[in-house]
């Protein structure tokens, strides 16, 4: 199957740093990247979803000037959240799909985010 | 909106079988979708489902999809204890390219 890779899997800042996340698709072309959250024992929440070579397109809600989401190629995202507090703290999980080829979304293993 | 309701808790006895349900309200889903997720972990998809279908079976795994009520349901035969996790239905519109939507998550507890 399709495998989405993260890094970091584990991060811990200082409040108002900036933080990158990457996300890539190792053994396919990834024409559409979602980036969602997961707080302690709920649901994951998508946050965006970007296609690559576009800007991301943002949930409602969720502040695109502090989680900047970049897609620069076909096997890359990027999410940095800028300016970190620490109610940013949370686990970050990105997803990757390609339309033409799968009806699913392949889930990378997460990053843990905590902000001091 | 699109709402996809879980119950938040279940245990059951290992060799017992286990039923994970799940409603949503988007009547325009097409495919329903059952992940697992492990202890800081990602998420794992078991298995899938498309609206047109009223049944799934994957060895262990049987999916029952009734779309007049909206609920969807996991059955996991002879449950075991590597089956502790949390279990979220999700469902999409159209799969790969539009957003997934996903449950409350029910966390499964498998007693030995």
């Known amino acids: 199957g399709a495998v989405v890779s993260q890094h970091p899997s584990r991060v811990i800042c200082k409040s108002g740093t900036s933080v990158k996340i990457e996300c890539r698709s190792l053994d396919f072309q990834a024409t559409t990247m979602f980036w969602y959250r997961q707080f302690p024992k709920q649901s994951l929440m998508l946050m965006a979803t970007s296609n690559e070579g576009s800007k991301a397109t943002y949930e409602q809600g969720v502040e695109k000037d502090k989680f900047l989401i970049n897609h620069a190629s076909l096997t890359l995202s990027t999410l940095t959240v800028t300016s970190a507090h620490p109610e940013d703290s949370s686990f970050y999980i990105c997803?990757?799909?390609?339309?033409?080829?799968?009806?699913?979304?392949?889930f990378g293993p997460g990053t843990r985010l905590t902000v001091l | 909106g699109e709402d996809v309701e879980q119950s938040f808790f279940l245990s059951v006895r290992e060799g017992d079988s286990s039923v994970i349900n799940c409603t949503y309200t988007d009547s325009s889903s097409t495919y329903l979708y059952w992940y697992k997720q492990e202890p800081g972990a990602g998420l794992q998809l078991l298995t899938y489902i498309f609206s047109n279908m009223d049944m799934k079976q994957d060895q262990r795994l049987t999916v029952l999809l009734n779309k007049k009520d909206k609920h969807l349901s996991l059955r996991i035969a002879d449950t075991q204890t590597g089956d502790s996790a949390i279990y979220f239905c999700?469902?999409?519109?159209?799969?790969?390219?539009?957003?997934?939507?996903f449950g409350t998550g029910t966390k499964l507890q498998v007693i030995p």
């Open positions: 999700a469902e999409s519109m159209s799969g790969g390219y539009q957003k997934v939507t």
């Open positions: 997803s990757a799909s390609d339309a033409s080829i799968y009806n699913e979304q392949f």
